[in-house]
């Protein structure tokens, strides 16, 4: 639960599917803490069992935008992976879930990456997610001993007006989730970075109202 929204779409999907949701946010040295009182809310709201946040600093690596204060959020559009790339996030992030989820003696990990409208990054394409899968299940006790676990990427495929039309139908409140990779202390969103570009422009192919609390 990043408090943004696609990962606050993937936990509407998840509850209404019928699940008994356990949600996790994580402190990784990101520019903005308010995403993780955005989670810590948005997770109330749906009734989730347990929500954690976990602390693991990232920023100790640095290498991205988002983890890094001498490195400048773009505001244009790119070419190639942006430095909005976080090194390795999916992969540390779907690991502490894995471990969790091993814990609880859980079957089924839910996870919002988009490979539509998304910004390049290659943590968030199908073949890795099938990949991590598969290594899930090499490398858990509960896996071999006959609980494989499902990695499930219920929006992998959509676009964000899709995303933003199936969350509405299921009663989400984007006016609740931030996306912003530079929002100030309140939440408020720039309206430059590529991840406000893409929430504008699923707004707008929606045909819904934009929602988004800019500063």
Same mark, same amino acid.
């Given at each position: 639960?990043? &408090?943004?929204?696609?990962?606050?779409?993937?936990? *509407?999907?998840? @509850?209404? %599917?019928?699940?008994?949701?356990?949600?996790?946010?994580?402190?990784?040295?990101?520019?903005?803490?308010?995403?993780?009182?955005?989670?810590?809310?948005?997770?109330?709201?749906? &009734? =989730?069992? *347990?929500?954690?946040?976990?602390?693991?600093?990232? %920023?100790?690596?640095?290498?991205?935008?988002?983890?890094?204060?001498?490195?400048?959020?773009?505001?244009?559009?790119?070419? !190639?992976?942006? =430095?909005?790339?976080?090194?390795?996030?999916?992969? @540390?992030?779907?690991?502490?879930?894995? *471990?969790?989820?091993?814990?609880? !003696?859980?079957?089924?990990?839910?996870? !919002?990456?988009?490979?539509?409208?998304?910004?390049?990054?290659?943590?968030?394409?199908?073949?890795?997610?099938?990949?991590?899968?598969?290594? *899930?299940?090499?490398?858990?006790? %509960?896996?071999?001993?006959?609980? %494989?676990?499902?990695?499930?990427?219920?929006?992998?495929?959509?676009?964000?007006?899709?995303?933003?039309?199936?969350?509405?139908?299921?009663? @989400?409140?984007?006016?609740?989730?931030?996306?912003?990779?530079?929002?100030?202390?309140? !939440?408020?969103?720039? &309206?430059?970075?590529?991840?406000?570009?893409?929430?504008?422009?699923?707004?707008?192919?929606?045909?819904?109202?934009? @929602?988004?609390?800019?500063?």
């Amino acid at each position: 639960m990043s &408090g943004g929204l696609d990962s606050t779409t993937v936990l *509407a999907i998840a @509850v209404k %599917s019928g699940y008994e949701c356990y949600s996790m946010s994580f402190d990784y040295g990101q520019r903005h803490r308010s995403e993780l009182l955005k989670a810590e809310a948005i997770a109330v709201d749906f &009734g =989730v069992v *347990a929500h954690k946040v976990f602390p693991i600093d990232l %920023s100790a690596f640095g290498g991205s935008a988002l983890t890094d204060n001498d490195i400048d959020v773009p505001e244009q559009q790119v070419e !190639g992976i942006p =430095v909005t790339y976080v090194p390795a996030r999916n992969t @540390v992030f779907l690991s502490l879930a894995l *471990a969790w989820s091993e814990v609880l !003696g859980a079957a089924d990990i839910f996870i !919002g990456v988009n490979a539509v409208d998304y910004s390049g990054y290659p943590d968030c394409r199908p073949e890795y997610i099938a990949a991590f899968e598969k290594m *899930a299940n090499l490398a858990t006790r %509960s896996a071999v001993e006959g609980c %494989s676990v499902t990695i499930h990427t219920p929006l992998i495929a959509m676009t964000k007006a899709q995303i933003l039309k199936k969350g509405t139908d299921l009663g @989400v409140d984007y006016a609740r989730t931030v996306s912003c990779y530079q929002a100030d202390e309140e !939440g408020r969103a720039c &309206g430059k970075c590529d991840s406000c570009r893409l929430r504008k422009q699923g707004f707008l192919d929606a045909g819904l109202i934009d @929602v988004t609390l800019y500063r």
